[in-house]
């Protein structure tokens, strides 16, 4: 199958609410709520545990997250469906979490309906929102992908965050991150998706 590209959702779109199991060990909490989580500015990671487009960067989402705390506020979500795919089911991503010293939540949208919200359309897909919860980047990390040799720097999506944590205005280029399809749980794929 080829790869999948972000939908792009537009710039200023809110935060959709959430409220959703962490499989994350190492973050304290069996549920993570939008609206629980301090008003720094936010970076949701929509990954999985077997993309082999996740698993090329991986190193360096455990570094964002690592260099931003307590500066913004990150997650990571899995929607994949763990029935066709059991690579992703909690347990595999609570031993995910550990083995790449993910230092934020590691969420299960086994609805599906947050990914969704989000417009993504593949792993991985990232979004930052400023502190009013409004979108301010959605893209890709960085133009590094497995096999075109470019190094994995997060550059793209670091230079959001600090936009973001400085309170300035979001870049107007922003690339569209590249990678697997979500795998929707039949009879779930979006209308963004599906062309429906």
């Not at 990954?47 to 500066?71: M, S």
């Not at 929607?79 to 690579?87: E, W």
């Not at 991503?93 to 919200?117: I, N, T, W």
């Amino acid at each position: 199958m080829p790869p999948k590209t972000s939908t792009m959702l537009p710039l200023g779109s809110a935060l959709p609410s959430f409220d959703l199991p962490n499989t994350n060990p190492a973050f304290g909490g069996d549920h993570v709520r939008g609206d629980d989580l301090p008003r720094d500015p936010l970076v949701v990671m929509v990954i999985c545990n077997h993309c082999p487009f996740v698993v090329h960067i991986r190193e360096q989402l455990a570094a964002i997250g690592r260099d931003y705390e307590g500066r913004a506020s990150v997650v990571a979500v899995c929607a994949n469906d763990a029935i066709t795919h059991p690579a992703d089911a909690p347990n595999k991503m609570a031993r995910e979490a550990s083995q790449c010293g993910y230092r934020f939540p590691y969420l299960h949208d086994a609805q599906q309906r947050f990914v969704a919200d989000l417009g993504a359309a593949c792993t991985p897909d990232f979004y930052v929102f400023d502190r009013d919860r409004s979108l301010v980047y959605r893209g890709q990390l960085d133009a590094s992908r497995p096999g075109n040799n470019e190094p994995v720097t997060g550059a793209d999506l670091r230079a959001a965050i600090d936009a973001a944590i400085a309170g300035d205005a979001p870049r107007e280029q922003q690339l569209p991150s590249i990678g697997c399809g979500i795998k929707w749980t039949p009879g779930r794929e979006p209308a963004y998706v599906s062309g429906a």
